[in-house]
């Protein structure tokens, strides 16, 4: 049987030990990577930014307004139909 030792745990590229003295190597990394990635993303322009909120907000007070008409509707033919039957 083989036995293990420090130095064999910390020679595994997939062992606990190598994994927390690589993290700095590993974080300074991903950060390189993430700031070459938000160089390639297309910021909106305000006005852009402006104009899809706008049609945001507008959407929300039409769904909301249609969404109350529905429940109002339905809200009162299902009052009319128990009170019919409770007659």
Excluded: H
């Excluded at 009162?76 to 007659?87: G, H, T």
């Amino acid at each position: 049987m083989a036995e293990t030792t420090a130095g064999n745990i910390e020679s595994s590229p997939n062992s606990p030990l190598s994994n927390i003295s690589s993290w700095p190597q590993r974080a300074k990394q991903y950060f390189e990577e993430l700031k070459s990635e938000m160089r390639k993303v297309s910021w909106p322009t305000w006005t852009q930014v402006k104009a899809s909120t706008a049609v945001v907000i507008a959407t929300v007070f039409i769904f909301a307004f249609y969404f109350s008409l529905v429940d109002i509707i339905f809200g009162r033919l299902i009052k009319r139909l128990f009170d019919a039957f409770a007659k």
